[in-house]
C-alpha cells in the first residue's frame, strides 16, 4: 500500500452524514462547520445576528462540495428549535450529528450581576443545548445512531470570577451531556462535551486587555488556541474512530485548567 493511501485512510470520514451546528456563521461553530465539510459532511447551521455573514459561511461550505443551508434561530425558544430541527430533517433527509455550540457571554461578579444577565446566558448556553437535543432526541433513538458534542468550557470544570451564570451554564451543559450519554447509550448513541480554554474569537477580542493577559498567562502552551483546535475535536469525537467515547469532557486548553 503506497504511504498516501494509509494516510488517507486514517483520516477521518463524515461523507454522507449531516450535521446540525448552533452558531456557525462566525468563531469556533464556522470552523467546526468548516471542518465538518473537509471530511464529507453535510451541514446545517443556526444563527441569529447578521444574515449576511451566515450566507458567506454556506458559500465557504457549498464550496467543498457538500450542501449547506443557513437557519435563522435562536436556540433558547424551545418551540423555534423544534420546528428549525423538523425542517431540517425534512430538508437532508437523516441527521447523523448534532453540535450544541452557540453560546453568549454577559459578564460581571455576582454582586452587579444582573437577574437579566444571569437568565439569558443560562437561556441561550444550557436551555439551548437542552432544546436541541429534545428536539433531535427522538430522530436519533429511531436511527439507533447519532452524535451529540456539546460545546462546555474550563469554566465549567473550574468555575471562574465575574462568570458565575456562563459557568453555570457550562457546568450544567456537563451534566446535560453525561445525563444523554446514559439514557441514549442503548440507543448507539454518545454524547461528549468539549471544554475550550481560551481560543481566540470574537467572544475573547471582548475581553478587557488584563483579563486576556491574565488567561494568556496561566496557560502551559503559552498561546491562545484557535478555533481549528477546537474543530479538530469535534471531527474526531463525531468519526467512528471515537464510537466507543461518550459522557467524556475533552479539554481542549493547552493546559489552562490542569
Ligand atoms: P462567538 O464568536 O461569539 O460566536 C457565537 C456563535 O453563537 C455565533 O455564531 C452566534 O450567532 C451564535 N449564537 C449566539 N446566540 C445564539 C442564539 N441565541 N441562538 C443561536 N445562535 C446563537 O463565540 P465563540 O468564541 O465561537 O464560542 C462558541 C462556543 O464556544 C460558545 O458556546 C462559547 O461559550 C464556547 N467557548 C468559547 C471559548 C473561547 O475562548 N472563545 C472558550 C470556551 C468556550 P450570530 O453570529 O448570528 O450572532
Request: overall charge negative; glycine content about 10%; aromatic content about 6%.
Amino acid at each position: 500500500m503506497l504511504l498516501t493511501e494509509y494516510r488517507g485512510s486514517i483520516m477521518f470520514e463524515l461523507t454522507g452524514k449531516t450535521a446540525i451546528v448552533t452558531g456557525a456563521s462566525r468563531g469556533i461553530g464556522k470552523a467546526i462547520a468548516l471542518k465538518f465539510a473537509d471530511l464529507g459532511a453535510n451541514v446545517a447551521f443556526m444563527h441569529v445576528g447578521d444574515g449576511e455573514k451566515a450566507e458567506e459561511t454556506v458559500k465557504e461550505l457549498e464550496a467543498k462540495g457538500i450542501k449547506a443551508k443557513a437557519y435563522e434561530c435562536d436556540v433558547s425558544d424551545f418551540e423555534a428549535a423544534k420546528q428549525l430541527v423538523a425542517d431540517i430533517i425534512e430538508e437532508f433527509g437523516e441527521v447523523h450529528i448534532l453540535v450544541n455550540n452557540a453560546g453568549i457571554v454577559r459578564d460581571g461578579l455576582i454582586l452587579s450581576m444582573k437577574e437579566s444577565d444571569f437568565d439569558a446566558v443560562i437561556n441561550v448556553n444550557l436551555k439551548g443545548t437542552f432544546n436541541m437535543t429534545k428536539s433531535i432526541y427522538q430522530h436519533f433513538m429511531k436511527k439507533r445512531r447519532g452524535r451529540i458534542i456539546n460545546i462546555s468550557s474550563i469554566v465549567g470544570i473550574t468555575g471562574n470570577a465575574g462568570q458565575a451564570n456562563y459557568a453555570s451554564a457550562k457546568a450544567g451543559i456537563i451534566g446535560l451531556t453525561k445525563s444523554v450519554a446514559k439514557e441514549l447509550g442503548s440507543r448507539n448513541v454518545t454524547a461528549n462535551a468539549i471544554a475550550p480554554g481560551f481560543i481566540r474569537t470574537d467572544m475573547t477580542d471582548g475581553m478587557p486587555e488584563k483579563a486576556r493577559e491574565a488567561a494568556l498567562a496561566s496557560i502551559p502552551l503559552k498561546r491562545p488556541g484557535e478555533v481549528e483546535d477546537i474543530a479538530n475535536t469535534a471531527a474526531f469525537l463525531a468519526s467512528d474512530e471515537a464510537s466507543y467515547i461518550t459522557g467524556e469532557v475533552i479539554r481542549v486548553d493547552g493546559g489552562m485548567a490542569i
